[in-house]
């Protein structure tokens, strides 16, 4: 409650309005053409008291008596300040700005540095960048805007999640996350994605970890600093509205094969899952049970022919509507900026719905040389969608859609509740599999989420060359879940298959709270003309508290009733709560020689709770340099092309420490006990070396800036090599150890990588503006070493396939069984059966990271007309497609129609006739080509599902449409644009990916964080969207 | 304002500092500890066993494969490669992880524990005893002498299969003179989910182990003068054999994951409907025609009868529906029967008494035991105790036959009776004993292979694991041929 009251005050405060007023007016133009500049800042020096210029470049503005100097600002334009006197009107140049030179950045701990003392590369994207296509989630609008940044967004649910990794993986089963800082405090990637991308200002990405050092042991894998709005600086009130509405639909499906239907072994079977029947004939054939005399239902009759499209129509066209209120102004010295947020989505999946509000209260104040800050943001959602765990044999939706076979009308079953109809649970025609529709009315999973957060930001200039910065923040996330299936039972004469499906309730609450505090000391020092000292002085604190718990009844009595006091037999049930906590101190120097040549060192020592104590304390140290080589050599001063040009150079050190309570190994309750009055616990699956210790990286980066025509042409360039050592592993020891991992500290990993970033305005006329950025990133992790007799770590594997960290090869690396071949790479097939053989161990088949990424995103604007469009492309990878190999099971992949059902001989095949003598096989067909040969074996060699993984994306394109000032001055409003906005519009996919979109991980579902590469079936299919979106501002 | 401001942030500074050697002190894990008592290890470590045991697709279903007495009704694709005799390295891997990675871990902790639970740890070196047993058998050479030692060594070397089998009974001698020492130790109770801390019947256990061992090595050339020896240590300790079948039961109920795992599997769920495995699994045609042959008034409690009478299928059949459509659907097969499936709460047996009789029988046949029942009562005593426990009755009628491979006298060859007697009363109970005894000695006589087999007949042992060849692979020894390089003691 004091904090709304502060809040109250500070907005009240920053509604005062002046008194002795008078008004001045003028012109703003470009110095290079000649050209009017709307949208120019002008701003009262001093105060936040200010306008903008209108299309024709004009403003007009009340200042107060003793105002004395105006500052014109407008981005990608030197900032120009000038003297108001007793002159009325104003004409007034703005000259290009020399990118890089006077820009500020925001550093670690929200230290704001001129870029020319940065040491280090970072890439800072702005709101304008961020909302072009009016995204729900922040972090899908920067793929392809970042070199170094690889975004993936894993699935396409209503409710979707990202990974987001700088520069790679440094870890091989730590976290490679990036940092997500916001307004000064670490948060989540919970957080991020819960944020407004209305609310934020802008992002500053720290693509290493000596960027990120000052963050201590959460540096490593680089940082992304978000800032939320502060408050718009140069109008009293606005209050705008944003509004967007878009359509989801399935961009592609799998390609199936049309020619086969329902059955087994080449018969026909009416309830068969698969597609082993005999060919389409286009007769009318039974499907589904018989039904005896009298049922009320006829025996199902359909034409044995294709259904085209049939799963796909399973999928609605889905939609979200996307608004956003918001009030920012500004006044004397303060600012704030309010909003509200709604966002409604329907899946493409029937009935999977989420929902969202976010509010946000932004305000700053300056007391005379002390100056506040607060923001503060509350969220709510909910989302409602199938359960994961559907029929007897817990499986996910998509399943089930790929279950079912081509001849079968699948959106005629949506009416499974009557019992009369096809739909019903007795009647549908498959044995094995139930109706999809039926498991969206009987599996439901709902979340809902909440988070709080609050930041205070208070900085005194206690003299002029001394600061005192302190920032306190908590961030508290709480929520709850229900996971409920209802149970089936079957009429064994109809479904004598299935098994009947047992139901359950399960709810989940979690509370985590996070408090982080920093204080910062900095002196700037000035001596001997040409030197200056920029001196840091801090202290962090740091807390999470964690506490999650989940019970759950089965069998339950009442049906429909989902509530614990339901169920029969024994209540399960889990309480989870971990707490972390560290501390850190840490000193950060610059020296500057004549404002171009900076060195900076840098120190931070931290002490967690999660290491043994005595070995809890660690330093972090890091230098680095930088040159403004156009500044210092006096050739190259003021030239024309070349206008700027800097080197930077930087290493540091970082260490990561582990999680709490990992240190021990402990005892669990075995999911069995207790038995009466017996209880029974297992030791760890997982051992620990007794030793364990932090691990580190250590980063050597170098850089350079380069400015080219006045900068309206930038290139960067930076080269990074990464050595992980000591990483913290859970390493795969033979089971016969009595264990199945175990963690400890083991080998080194070696990242390098180059990225290159080439931007600028290829046209810039009096009405048309056409910028262009490339950004290109190429980086790869090598395992150099492991452990003594272990070449391999496990990250996720099913024995056949998965993914490894292997020594001497990229990380992840993607390994699986495959065929036996000849010298000559023929195919090496068992003389008897016709059948291939294969190799015993699993081979490297390739990293599941692109060798590189390439994204360009370009804008062209005319006169109010701007289009803009963001491409990614990435190649040099590799995926696990889940989804065909099932497919090969059920008979509906391309694959298994390729010899007609056949027994064929495998092409370029040979036999072995003795040893290492390989004759061509001309004449030995496989046996089972009617089906077992590709339920059996060709789908038993999983290296025929991993795939190229290259992928070239339409990510964003948007036409959008701001109607003039002029047209407008006459109503309230002081902004209209609109626009048609498309995300994932296209994708090109190489031939012989023909499932699904190669980003999909199952590693928010089932698997490791690190298991990037395996994904299919856990997903639904991919989705395009596009819609309109609309800002108005009063 | 300014002096103030320095002084609270030096002061913070300093408080902090003060206030850390508490602030850090928070690494307990709440919700798990980090040490137990032995009696809340032992019975996890049974129903290890347990599991191990009868699970899906562990070392009881393997043995009922391999043994030609289960195949699959209409409608399933339970068992590919069972009947293909696929024998690859994620072919029943289950059985070496899970028996290292849960049973053994368990009952080693129990290993370690000092003098005060000198009981408890005597029960952890037999059921070590037992499962490192079971291991061998399946194969051969295994890590052994550094296992289980979990962070002190990730990478066990292998340890030679008959070395190890020497010294598992060594161990078990051990176990039994910890027991016999152990006075003042502390003594099992409810916690026993084998015996209830009835430590003379684990002395009884630890002898039949060793009955079990050495009865595997007894067709071996050469090993006559060890086996005489032990059977002498055994007769003078004087415990004797179990008395009893013994199975694990810490009181399984009809409740979610807490029946019986093999009901839970191939029986029924909470709720009572029938498993996919039940309706899956049935017997095969030849071992209906045996029973019915010998008539053998078990073959009901074995075999669930359907209306129209018993009704068996040939593994690996392709087409279920020739001559008959639908004739081997789930309704109409003999399915698992009443006298293997009985119920949520019955024990999951590791060892009948039939087969220790048998096991008896077969020393006494080939004069490693002189004293006590001779070896025809042993046989019949087995067939009774098999009748028990399947709930037939008769079996003195049955036995009493002149028939050959039933009644003793009218065996023409001793061993192959005990052994094809042996291999009826385990059916569905500890198959996995039977295919070890078919690769040992041949017997049964004549049992068929799967239709679907590639290869002459079945095979003598599984693959290593592809997890020891990718965490384990400078120990690991290449892998065998399955169908021709059996266990040294079939050798």
Known sequence: ?1034 | MKKFLKYASLLSVVVLMAACQDFLDVNEDPNNPVSVSPDLVLPTAQVYTANVMHNNRYLNNLGNMMMYNWSQSDGYAWYPDEFKYNVTSSFYQQIFNYSYSNTLKMYHVLDQLDSTYSYYRAIGKIMKAYHFQLLVDCYGNIPYSEALKRSGEATPKYDDAKTIYEDLVVQLTDAIRLINEGENAKVPGADDAIFGGDMSKWKKFANSVKLRILIRQSSMSGRETYLKEQFNIIASEGSGYITADVGVNPGYTNIENQQNPFWDTFGKDVSGTETMNNKATCATDYILTFLTGTNDPRIDRIYEKPSDGHLGVPQGLLDYDTPVVDAYVPEKVSNIGPGILKGANQNAIIYTLAESYFNQAEAHFRGLITTGDDAKTLYQKGIQASFDYLGATGAQAYYSQVKNLVGWDASANKLQAIITQKWIALNGLTAEQSWFDYNRTGFPAGLPISRLASTNDRPVRLFYPAGEYSSNGENVPAQPNAFTEKIFWGK
């Open chain 1, 1 to 1034: 409650m004091k904090k709304v009251a502060l809040l109250l005050a500070l907005i009240f405060i920053g509604l005062q309005v002046f008194s002795q007023t008078r008004e001045i007016t003028g012109t703003v133009t470009s110095a290079e053409d000649g050209g009017a500049i709307p949208g120019v800042s002008v701003l009262v020096k001093g105060t936040t008291l200010g306008t903008v210029t209108d299309l024709e470049g004009r403003f007009r503005l009340q200042v107060p008596n003793n105002a004395q100097t105006l500052v014109f600002s407008f981005v990608g334009m030197t900032s120009q300040e000038v003297a108001i006197g007793n002159q009325n009107t104003f004409r007034i140049q703005l000259k290009a700005e020399t990118i890089g030179v006077d820009e500020v950045v925001v550093t670690a701990l929200g230290i704001k540095r001129e870029k020319r003392e940065v040491t280090y590369q970072t890439q800072k994207v702005d709101q304008g960048e961020l909302t072009k296509i009016a995204p729900t989630r922040v972090a899908s609008a920067l793929a392809g805007k970042v070199a170094g940044l690889q975004i993936n967004v894993q699935d396409n649910g209503v409710n979707p999640s990202s990974q987001i990794l700088l520069r790679g993986m440094r870890s091989i089963t730590g976290d490679n996350s990036a940092l997500i800082v916001i307004d000064g405090s670490i948060a989540s990637q919970g957080a991020f994605d819960a944020l407004n991308p209305s609310d934020i200002a802008d992002i500053s990405v720290l693509k290493g970890a000596t960027a990120a050092a000052l963050y201590g042991s959460s540096a490593g894998n680089g940082a992304l600093i978000v800032t939320t709005k502060a408050g718009q600086a140069s109008r009293k009130f606005i209050v705008g509205v944003n509004a967007s509405f878009t359509m989801d639909k399935v961009a592609y499906m799998p390609d199936f094969q049309t020619e086969y239907g329902t059955g087994w072994e080449g018969a026909y079977d009416p309830v068969e899952n698969t597609n082993w029947g005999p060919r389409f004939d286009g007769t009318l054939r039974q499907i589904g049970p018989t039904f005896p005399e009298g049922y009320g239902l006829e025996t199902q009759i359909v034409p044995y022919a294709p259904v085209k499209d049939n799963l796909l129509h399973f999928f609605q066209t889905g939609q979200t509507f996307n608004n956003t209120v918001y009030l920012t102004g500004s006044s004397d010295n303060s600012s704030y900026y309010i909003s509200v947020g709604d966002q409604r989505a329907e899946g493409i999946v029937l009935d999977d719905t989420y929902r969202r509000n976010t509010f946000r209260v932004n305000a700053t104040k300056k007391l005379g040389k002390l100056e506040l800050s607060a923001t503060t943001s509350y969220f709510t959602d909910k989302t409602d969608v199938v359960g994961s765990t559907i029929g007897d044999q817990d499986r996910p939706l998509y399943w089930f859609i790929l279950n079912t076979s081509a001849n079968i009308p699948l959106e005629k079953y949506k009416d499974w509740q009557n019992p009369k109809s096809y739909g019903y649970a007795d009647n549908y025609y498959n044995a094995y599999y139930q109706n999809p529709y039926w498991a969206i009315g009987t599996n439901r999973n709902i979340d809902e989420t909440n988070r709080l957060n609050g930041n205070i930001n208070l900085s005194y200039d206690i003299l002029d060359w001394l600061n005192f910065t302190a920032r306190a923040s908590v961030n508290n996330v709480w929520g709850n879940g229900k996971n409920w299936r209802a149970a089936q039972t079957y009429n064994e004469e109809l479904q004598p298959a299935h098994s009947a499906v047992s139901s359950f309730v399960e709810d989940s609450e979690f509370q985590t709270k996070t408090y982080t505090g920093d204080a910062l000391v900095t002196g700037s020092f000035k001596f001997y003309d040409s030197f200056s000292l920029k001196a840091i002085l801090g202290s962090t604190v740091y807390s999470t508290d964690y506490r999650g718990s989940t019970i759950r009844a089965n069998n339950l009595s009442i049906p429909g009733f989902y509530d614990i006091s339901n169920g029969t037999g024994k209540l399960e049930g889990t309480v989870d709560e971990s707490l972390k906590r560290y501390y850190g101190f840490f000193g950060d120097f610059t020296l500057g020689y004549k404002n171009y040549l900076f060195l900076n060192f840098s120190g931070r020592n931290d002490w967690t709770s999660t290491l043994a104590k005595g070995s809890n304390s660690y330093f972090y140290p890091a230098a680095g340099l930088s040159f403004v080589v156009t500044d210092a050599i006096n050739a190259l001063k003021n030239n024309n092309i070349l206008s700027y040009a800097k080197v930077t150079f930087s290493n540091s050190t970082v260490y990561n420490d582990l999680a709490p309570y990992r240190i021990n190994e402990k005892y669990y309750q075995h999911v069995s006990f207790p038995f009466g009055t017996v209880n029974g616990f297992y030791l760890d699956p997982a051992a620990v070396d007794a030793s364990i210790t932090k691990e580190k990286i250590n980063t050597t980066e170098v850089g350079l800036n380069l400015g080219f025509f006045q900068s309206r042409v930038w290139l960067d360039a930076s080269f990074f090599n990464t050595i992980t050592s000591d990483l913290i592993t859970a390493t795969t020891p033979s089971v016969s150890s009595g264990s199945t991992s175990f963690l400890t500290n083991i080998g080194e990993l070696q990242g390098k990588g180059i990225e290159l970033t080439l931007g600028g305005s290829i046209l810039k006329t009096k009405d048309f503006k056409w910028d262009v950025n490339i950004n290109y990133t190429s980086n790869e992790t090598v395992v150099n070493e492991i452990y003594e007799g272990l070449d391999e770590v496990a990250i996720t594997t099913t024995g056949q396939y998965g993914v490894y960290a292997v020594v001497g090869k990229a990380f992840p690396q993607m390994k699986a069984n495959v065929y036996k071949r000849d010298p000559q790479g023929r195919i090496i097939v068992d003389p008897a059966s016709g059948h291939p053989l294969t190799e015993t161990g699993l081979a490297n088949l390739g990293k599941t990271i692109p060798d590189y990424i390439v994204g360009l995103s370009s804008s062209a604007t005319y006169k109010g007309f701007t289009v803009s469009a963001t491409f990614d492309y990435r190649t040099g990878h590799v995926y696990y497609e889940q989804g065909s190999d099932q497919m090969e099971f059920t008979g509906r992949s391309k694959e298994s129609v390729s010899a007609n059902r056949q027994d064929f001989v495998i092409p370029n095949s040979v036999i072995e006739t003795s040893p290492g003598v390989y004759v061509e096989n001309t004449n030995i067909p496989v046996s089972g080509g009617r089906q077992s040969y590709w339920t059996d074996v060709y789908n038993d060699v999983k290296s025929n599902y991993v795939k190229d993984a290259t992928a070239l994306k339409l990510r964003e394109l948007a036409v959008n449409y701001e109607l003039p000032r002029n047209l407008i001055s006459k109503t309230p409003f002081q902004k209209i644009s609109f626009g048609f906005i498309g995300r994932n519009l296209l994708t090109w996919l190489p031939a012989e990916n023909r499932f699904s979109d190669p980003e999909f991980n199952n590693t928010r579902s089932t698997d490791p964080a690190n298991a990037v590469g395996v994904g299919g079936y856990l997903q639904s299919p991919p989705t395009k969207s596009f819609g309109f979106n609309l800002n108005v501002e009063f």
